[in-house]
């Protein structure tokens, strides 16, 4: 229908940084192997972000979920009759799986009758309606279970460090887990095993937790009879895929010659792979033809492909954004695939790259610019993870300051994927103080290039990045002029005792142990060590439910400042590690930006 404007129409007082966030946006729709006509795909297009059915043959959409702090974690079985959803409770990501048919009207039911409430690890569903469920819980460790129609759970899996599903053969008779029984959470091994549990075969390039060089599942190959498995691997200093087959040992390396990280999935025929390739903030994708050994690019625009599919007739879906472009999922069949109704995001601007030499090498960071002449008021947003890297995509957080005339400066450092596995690997012991290093380098460049006003740095991140953010208005205290930390660790040692126990072991990991056994180093990585020296204004907001960083140990911080009268200011919401609902996050955004514009002298 076309819709005409008539020219007395008030124009739209919403704020264009508001509109990013409300705008509809869509995920790349996930299909159902066997039907692939019915997919599966995540939405705000309510206000809050849940799951959405659609069938494609009758285009007909619809929501299938509907919580107060939304869903986003679904699966669709096999022959795309019925729809997993994990339900956790306000964001505490604690629950179980439930499902409903694909087709309108069916209610909820639970998944895996009989398997308590966890934290989810991982689940695989087979073709006879076989399903196996990875649980993680603080009091039983990493367990997996086999679940069949109308029978019992049968756990095959048990171990104290963490493991989950990787992926169910096509015939359903071979599983594939990742774990690292070895103590490194950071570099899992891989052991395929049938439905009993028996062994079949494993790879551990760890050799025992010796070596730091991981294996991650990216699936079974998806044609009857073909037991290869594909495999990321890092034996030659990065993620790229190899090809192995569990039943007989042979390993097929495909020699992908591209910089950077490589990933894979099976086209659905097996006769070639769908590569996902970054490098240095931006990724692009090729076809590997396995009957030419040859790598075909696959043509998407300069930016970031940030998931891609490939469907049964050849084409590939993608969802792509740039910094300055809003995302859309794109098919090389031509158009867009899925165009939500409502509202089109603003765009922002383009982000270009800088690169400062830091003590553990050449650091990259992005940048966007307001409109006008520096130097400018510039925000530091430091990423989360910390193994996770800012691209050239798009994000409404960083585009909502710059269209406050604030430069935007975005870190990859040390610790930050995307850069080899040495550069990732280099987080150890002297935790957040290795990223701050690299962090202040940028920092001096962009003071000395001109970008940033030194009097008015703003650091800030969500995640780890408000641990970073905590730590180093500490450490760095004449450095900075405000900071803004949301879901941060604060407390190091309290935070270690609170949150859920995959992140314990990626704790022990990073910091060689627990605080009872290498307390110094838990106390030289903690913002509450250095609480006492901060100097700036401080905004924290944190999710009460949060199970990564939990809210007791943010209040630990709160009340040091509070005791001595520091300048700071707290946000508490129901909720986990972040929100789910549209609105919640703008309010959290203006928050940021009125404490900001405030103690900057803006307002």
């Not at 049968?154 to 460090?161: A, D, F, L, S, T």
């Not at 957080?397 to 005339?405: E, K, Q």
């Not at 205290?477 to 604060?490: F, H, I, K, R, S």
């Not at 809210?551 to 911080?557: F, G, K, L, P």
């Amino acid at each position: 229908m076309t819709q005409t404007t008539d020219a007395t129409t008030t124009p739209d007082p919403t704020p264009e940084w508001e509109k990013r966030f409300r705008a509809p946006r869509v995920s790349l729709p996930d299909w159902a192997e066997d039907a692939p006509q019915r997919s599966l795909f995540v939405s705000n297009a309510t206000g809050t972000y849940e799951l959405y059915a659609w069938d494609r043959t009758t285009g007909e959409q619809r929501q299938v979920t509907d919580r107060p702090n939304g869903t986003t974690d679904g699966v669709l079985s096999l022959d795309g009759a019925w729809i997993w959803w994990f339900s956790d409770t306000d964001g505490d990501e604690f629950g179980v799986w439930m499902r409903q048919p694909f087709a309108a009207g069916g209610r909820d039911e639970p998944a895996a009758p009989g398997l308590d409430a966890s934290y989810p690890a991982g689940l695989a569903l087979g073709r006879d309606g076989t399903a196996v469920v990875g649980r993680s819980t603080d009091e039983d460790g990493s367990t997996i279970h086999v679940v069949r129609p109308g029978e019992t759970p049968v756990e095959i899996y048990r171990h104290r460090e963490s493991a989950g599903v990787g992926d169910l053969s096509h015939d359903g008779t071979l599983l594939a887990i990742e774990h690292t029984e070895h103590g490194d959470a950071m570099h899992s091994a891989v052991r395929v095993l049938r439905l009993d549990g028996s062994l079949v075969a494993q790879l551990d390039d760890t050799e025992g937790g010796t070596r730091e060089l991981g294996l991650e599942v990216l699936g079974f190959a998806p044609v009857a009879g073909d037991g290869r498995l594909l495999i990321g691997h890092q034996r030659r200093g990065r993620w790229e895929p190899v090809v192995w087959n569990p039943l007989t040992g042979e390993e097929t390396d495909l020699a992908i010659e591209l910089p950077g990280d490589v990933n894979a999935e099976w086209y659905p025929d097996g006769s070639g792979l769908l590569i996902a390739h970054s490098f240095e903030a931006r990724s692009e994708l090729w076809r590997y033809d396995f009957a030419k050994s040859a790598l075909i690019q696959v043509d998407t625009p300069v930016g970031t492909v940030s998931g891609a599919t490939a469907r049964p007739d050849g084409s590939v879906e993608y969802l792509w954004s740039s910094a300055a472009t809003p995302p859309e999922v794109r098919s090389t069949a031509g158009g867009v695939v899925l165009d939500p109704p409502g509202m089109k995001a603003p765009a922002s601007v383009p982000v270009t790259d800088a690169w400062a030499e830091g003590p553990g090498g050449r650091v990259h960071a992005l940048v966007q610019r307001p409109a006008g002449e520096g130097p400018f008021p510039t925000v530091f947003e430091i990423h989360g993870g910390p193994t996770w890297h800012d691209s050239d995509a798009f994000a409404a957080g960083p585009a909502a300051w710059v269209d406050h005339g604030f430069a935007v400066v975005r870190v990859n450092y040390r610790g930050s994927t995307g850069y080899g596995r040495e550069w990732t690997d280099a987080l150890k012991h002297r935790v957040g103080l290795i990223e701050l290093e690299d962090i202040a380098a940028v920092r001096d460049w962009a003071v000395e290039s001109g970008l940033a006003d030194p009097s008015k740095l703003v650091l800030a991140g969500g995640s780890w990045g408000g641990y970073l953010t905590l730590l180093g208005l500490g450490t760095q205290p004449d450095a900075w002029a405000l900071g803004l930390a949301a879901v941060p660790v604060a407390d190091y040692v309290t935070a270690y005792h609170d949150e859920m126990e995959a992140l314990k072991a990626m704790d022990r990991t990073l910091l060689g142990g627990t605080p009872e056994e290498v307390p110094e180093r838990f106390e030289a990585s903690s913002p509450l060590t250095y609480v006492d020296a901060v100097k700036a204004p401080v905004y924290i907001s944190a999710g009460v439910n949060d199970p990564r960083c939990p809210i007791r140990q943010v209040e630990n911080y709160v009340d040091r400042l509070a005791a001595r009268d520091a300048v700071h200011e707290v946000y508490r919401y129901d909720a986990g590690h972040g929100s789910l609902v549209v609105e919640e996050r703008i309010k959290q955004v203006r928050l940021e930006l009125d404490f900001a514009r405030r103690h900057l002298g803006m307002a």
